[in-house]
């Protein structure tokens, strides 16, 4: 089974600092993907991953920066929090198959 | 203007009986179609799916159908259990302008309670 592991389930940052979201799957996939999650607005895409060092922003990517340096870690970059940025953050990975998400990291920003 | 719409917030069903989820999307380029379950403090799970060249998809209790000309899919659970409480997303896709990067647009998900 593909695991994605994500390294915090629950963060608190102050309003300012910069905030990384770390990302780790391993099976090789070559995609991978953050999503923020919040009431009534279900999953929405921030950035995305084809490729080492390749990204494309998603739906949603202002505030936000990501870096893939290597195949099995995406991380997502918050460069100055805010308090709009507290959401429920999920990392995914996917081959042709399907995705597979990782259990989540709950930011809060104070 | 999202493109995968899930108009029910919140639906309760008694033990035994049916769910019914339902979901619509507008994007006619949308051509695989997805139900993720959630449950709380953890990531959604893929539950099952199916492909526009389908109307229907079948796996155990799950049963998804898709009516390609009003854009719209539900999701039904026979018989509901109280396990299967949760937020249940819905979601399309489509190729993606990266080419095999697909991507996933979500619905805003529904909260199944199953009584019992």
């Known amino acids: 089974d593909v695991k994605v592991t994500q390294s915090s389930r629950y963060l608190v940052k102050r309003t300012g600092e910069k905030v990384f979201l770390e990302c780790v799957q391993d099976?090789?996939?070559?995609?991978m993907f953050w999503y923020r999650q919040d009431p009534g607005l279900g999953l929405r895409l921030i950035y995305f991953s084809y490729d080492v060092k390749m990204k494309e922003k998603g739906d949603i990517p202002e505030g936000y920066s990501v870096s893939r340096e290597k195949k099995e870690r995406f991380s997502l970059i918050l460069e100055s929090a805010s308090t709009n940025q507290t959401s429920m953050y999920l990392c995914?990975?996917?081959?042709?198959?399907?995705?597979?998400f990782g259990s989540g990291t709950r930011l809060t920003v104070v | 203007d999202q493109q995968v719409k899930q108009n029910s917030p919140s639906l309760s069903v008694q033990e035994g009986r049916i769910s019914i989820l339902n979901c619509d999307y507008t994007n006619s380029m949308f051509d695989y179609f997805l139900w993720y379950k959630k449950y709380p403090a953890e990531g959604p799970t893929f539950l099952i799916s199916?492909?526009?060249?389908?109307d229907k998809n079948e796996d155990g209790r799950f049963t998804v159908f898709l009516n390609k000309s009003a854009k719209h899919l539900s999701l039904h659970i026979v018989p509901s259990q109280p396990g299967d409480s949760a937020v249940y997303f819905c979601a399309a896709s489509g190729v993606g302008s990266s080419g095999s990067a697909r991507q996933l647009t979500f619905g805003s998900g529904t909260q199944l309670t199953v009584l019992p």
């Open positions: 199916i492909s526009s060249i389908k």
């Open positions: 995914a990975s996917t081959d042709r198959a399907g995705y597979t």
């Open positions: 099976m090789d996939h070559e995609n």
